[in-house]
């Protein structure tokens, strides 16, 4: 994006404004279509999970009803993020004859994208907190942790950042706005690091107990570790597979003035990789884990 091109219909000055060439505007359509396909495709899968685990009372573990909350908003993103972005994209390739609903495409797609990334760190941080009381206390977790209790918990968390990132976004001044975001991040990428933290070293320290393991408690300690460990390890990948799918958008965004004509196919290709793990998430679960697979292999086919 050339500095001559700024605030053309009043948009802000990261939106990259397209280059008046035929190939360009080809190759970006291409790949700004191909983001509604993958979003029904998010939505689809992301809703079997949902529903799976609804129909399944087997299913219903803390860890399991937490990730359900996880891929409702990876569900939403595919029906929200993807096709706005596709819809604002193509728009944005108008901007040159018209401003016709260019602000009112880029404000939806800005809010829903921080929505649903802010809410897919936020559970993974409710996740976080979970795996590390149940790898640290395994008993006390499975005598004190409810389905209830989990749900509240997910619900409210859901909610809470959904109304935070509403007021941030659209009522509250810019300038406040991004502070309570920023701040917010900072929390919740604090928790996410202090919870991965206590998990390692709590896993660290029940290992060393089952390998000198003797007795019969100790040995159910090791069986009832061993899920809890796996789930662990599992969130943890999920987290790092978010990382992986947002990071190269957050380094454009973030250096989009260095990167002058580079900017805009770096920008829309580093989005649309951002908003694959929508698509990810739902396989890689499937993958990981048998009983989810069977029984929604068991409900298709019923």
């Not at 700024?6 to 359509?29: A, F, R, Y």
Request: glycine share 4%; net charge positive.
């Amino acid at each position: 994006m050339s500095t001559e091109d700024k605030d053309i219909c009043g948009l802000e000055d990261w939106v990259p404004i397209p280059v008046n060439d035929s190939t360009t505007s080809i190759t970006d359509l291409a790949v700004a279509v191909s983001n509604i396909p993958f979003g029904i495709f998010a939505f689809l899968t992301n809703l079997a999970i949902i529903v799976t685990v609804i129909k399944t009372p087997s299913l219903q573990r803390s860890s399991n009803i937490l990730l359900c909350n996880l891929a409702t908003a990876n569900c939403l993103a595919g029906v929200t993020v993807q096709p706005i972005f596709a819809v604002w994209w193509i728009n944005v390739q108008y901007v040159q004859n018209t401003c016709s609903s260019q602000q009112q495409l880029s404000t939806a797609f800005s809010v829903s994208n921080i929505l649903m990334t802010g809410l897919s760190f936020t559970n993974l941080a409710v996740i976080s907190a979970d795996r590390c009381y149940a790898v640290s206390r395994p008993f006390a977790h499975r005598a004190k942790v409810t389905k209830e209790g989990v749900t509240k918990i997910a619900v409210t968390t859901s909610l809470g950042w959904t109304a935070l990132t509403l007021l941030c976004m659209l009522i509250l001044p810019s300038n406040l706005g991004f502070f309570i975001m920023l701040s917010l991040g900072i929390l919740v990428n604090t928790l996410l690091i202090g919870n991965h933290i206590g998990m390692l070293l709590a896993i660290r320290k029940h290992n060393r107990q089952v390998a000198d393991a003797v007795s019969a408690p100790q040995q159910q300690l090791s069986v009832v570790l061993k899920r809890e460990k796996k789930v662990a390890m599992d969130m943890f990948i999920v987290l790092v597979i978010l990382v992986i799918c947002v990071l190269p958008k957050l380094t454009v965004t973030i250096f989009y003035q260095s990167l002058g004509s580079l900017y805009n196919s770096l920008y829309l290709w580093s989005t649309t990789f951002s908003l694959l793990n929508s698509c990810i998430n739902p396989v890689f679960y499937l993958w990981r884990y048998s009983d989810l697979r069977d029984s929604l292999r068991s409900m298709i086919y019923y």
